[in-house]
Nanobody, 124 residues
Framework: QVQLVESGGGLVQAGGSLRLSCAASGGTFSNYNMGWFRQAPGKEREFVAAISWSGGSTYYADSVKGRFTISRDNAKNTVYLQMNSLKPEDTAVYYC?????????????????WGQGTQVTVSS
């Protein structure tokens, strides 16, 4: 079973930046596609970004394209989400997810395992 632990959330002013990290254990990290999702209060969980097992392909939601960057370090079993030019509407709990699949990513991944989430709050 795969365990995921997110970190790096916090409070930031609009226009600022944060970097989220997600450390994985309990499996072979380089065999998984990875992704980030978020859930704002009163809203459904939505896809944010995904990265393939090798890091060779990425996919973003239109709402974050050009502002967020997903990356991974397979030697550290960690996936990152660099968030720049943050907006108040980015406020949400951010979740890391694993897709038990080795493939390119051309859309949102399926979440087979999830982290507990980390809160990101962007003030105006």
């Amino acid at each position: 079973q795969v365990q995921l632990v997110e970190s790096g959330g916090g409070l930031v002013q609009a226009g600022g930046s944060l970097r989220l990290s997600c450390a994985a254990s309990g499996g072979t990290f380089s065999n998984y596609n990875m992704g980030w999702f978020r859930q704002a209060p009163g809203k459904e969980r939505e896809f944010v970004a995904a990265i393939s097992w090798s890091g060779g392909s990425t996919y973003y939601a239109d709402s974050v394209k050009g502002r967020f960057t997903i990356s991974r370090d397979n030697a550290k079993n960690t996936v990152y989400l660099q968030m720049n030019s943050l907006k108040p509407e980015d406020t949400a709990v951010y979740y890391c997810a694993v897709e038990l699949k080795v493939s390119a990513v051309r859309g949102p991944i399926a979440g087979d395992y999830w982290g507990q989430g980390t809160q990101v709050t962007v003030s105006s």
